[in-house]
C-alpha cells in the first residue's frame, strides 16, 4: 500500500501529491513538517474579493451605500475595504489612531477608513481570536502587491526577524523593507503582542486585480518564502 501524501504542490496548474521523503525545492517536507505545523487562512476578505470581481447589483443588500461609499461608480476594482468600506488592512490595535490620523479618511470607502475602532469588523476580530487561540512563533499575511517584504514594527520585532526577512528575500527576489509610518496591519499587532517574527509579503506587481497569467510566477515566489518560513522556524526553535 502506497503511503498517504505528505503535501500538495500545484505545477503548471496541474495538482501532485508529495510523497514522505519527496522534497520540495530541496527541502523534505515530511521532516519539515513533524518540527512545526502550517496553518493557513486562504481568504480573510472574502466579501470584498467578491465585490472586486463582481460588482454590485440593486439586488446586493448594501448596493445603495456601496455605491455611495465608491462615489457614485460601478467599478469596483479599486475597492480594498470589507463589504461595509471598512479597510482591514487599518483595524488592529497597534497604533490604530496613529494610523487613522494619518489616513483622514473620517467614514466608510473603498480604502484606508480603518472603522470605528479596532477589531469591529468580523473579519479582524476572527483573525486576533484565532491567532491568540494557537502558540504561532512566525505569521506571514499575504497581500498583493509589489514584490516586497515587511518584517517591524516600531522596534517591537525580535532580534531575528531581519535575519529571516533576509532569506524569504534571497529565495524570492523580493526586497526586504524596514517599514515606518505605518501601522494597525495584522503583522503589527502580532509583532506588537507576542514580540515575535511578522511579515506582511506583498506578492506579484501590476494592476489591481492582479492577472490569472500572474499565478505561476507569484506561486513560485510564495511557495519559496512558505518554505523558507517554516525551515527559519525549525531551525530557531521558534
Not at 1 to 24: N, Y
Not at 115 to 128: F, I, R, T
Request: charged residues 25%; glycine residues 10%; contains cysteine.
Amino acid at each position: 500500500m502506497d503511503h498517504e501524501p505528505a503535501a500538495h504542490e500545484v505545477s503548471r496548474g496541474v495538482r501532485r501529491c508529495l510523497r514522505p521523503g519527496e522534497k520540495l525545492r530541496n527541502r523534505d517536507i515530511s521532516a519539515l513538517l513533524a518540527q512545526i505545523s502550517l496553518w493557513l487562512v486562504p481568504m480573510v476578505n472574502p466579501d470584498g474579493v467578491e465585490l472586486v470581481h463582481q460588482g454590485t447589483t440593486p439586488a446586493h443588500p448594501y448596493h445603495e451605500r456601496l455605491m455611495t461609499w465608491n462615489y457614485g461608480s460601478t467599478d469596483f476594482t479599486g475597492w480594498k475595504a470589507n463589504i461595509r468600506g471598512v479597510d482591514l488592512n487599518d483595524q488592529f490595535p497597534a497604533g490604530w489612531e496613529a494610523e487613522r490620523a494619518r489616513r483622514e479618511v473620517p467614514g466608510p470607502a473603498p480604502r484606508d477608513y480603518g472603522g470605528p475602532s479596532p477589531l469591529s469588523e468580523p473579519e479582524a476580530a476572527a483573525m486576533a481570536e484565532f491567532t491568540q487561540s494557537h502558540d504561532f512563533r512566525l505569521v506571514m499575511a499575504l497581500h498583493t502587491q509589489g514584490r516586497e517584504i515587511y518584517w517591524n514594527y516600531r522596534g517591537f520585532e525580535p532580534p531575528e526577524a531581519e535575519g529571516i526577512a533576509s532569506r524569504l528575500s534571497r529565495v524570492s527576489g523580493y526586497r526586504a523593507v524596514k517599514l515606518t509610518d505605518s501601522d494597525a496591519g495584522y503583522k503589527d499587532w502580532f509583532i506588537q503582542e507576542f514580540h515575535r517574527p511578522g511579515f506582511t509579503i506583498e506578492a506579484g506587481i501590476g494592476v489591481n486585480p492582479l492577472p490569472i497569467s500572474q499565478f505561476r510566477s507569484m506561486y513560485d515566489d510564495v511557495v519559496g518564502i512558505l518554505l523558507e518560513g517554516l525551515a527559519a522556524g525549525c531551525e530557531a526553535g521558534l
